[in-house]
């Protein structure tokens, strides 16, 4: 039985990182795939690869599927912080601002000093504000 696959991950890290995106997120389909097939990743490997198979369709603007990412890696390694903040960017732009409060105030209680998510969501509790103000 074949076990994580730390090359292939790494391969797959080393393209993202290079921003070969549509070869990175292949490598990271396949070391996915492989751990379904053999259940034999960890999960902290696992999760990583699909946050950062989520962060290359946000940037493709594919927010459904990268949102599926996301709450794939989530529901790997709920101790990821990582993912919440990205599935909260991504609910922040849509909109649903309650979601994207929630996703940055959970990053906050993994990880208490993640600025960005601070930032978040205080633009998001702002903006929120905001559109209440509004009426809308």
């Known amino acids: 039985m074949e076990e994580d696959n730390p090359p292939l991950l790494e391969y797959a ?3 993202f990182k290079k921003q070969n995106f549509k070869q990175a997120e292949e490598l990271y389909t396949k070391f996915i ?39 794939s890696a989530i529901q790997t390694d709920s101790r990821f912080e990582i993912p919440f903040y990205n599935r909260g960017l991504i609910r922040y732009r849509l909109g649903f601002f309650d979601d994207a409060k929630s996703d940055f105030q959970q990053a906050l ?3 208490p000093d993640f ?12 903006d929120q504000q905001h559109k209440m103000e509004r009426g809308y």
């Open 13 to 15: 890290h080393s393209e």
């Open 33 to 71: 795939s492989s751990c379904a097939q053999f259940r034999g990743c960890e999960a902290s490997h696992l999760a990583g690869a699909y946050n950062n198979r989520g962060q290359i369709k946000y940037l493709r603007v594919d927010f459904k599927e990268a949102v599926e990412d996301f709450t």
């Open 109 to 111: 209680m993994l990880n």
């Open 115 to 126: 600025d960005e998510a601070k930032v978040s969501l205080q633009q998001t509790l702002l």
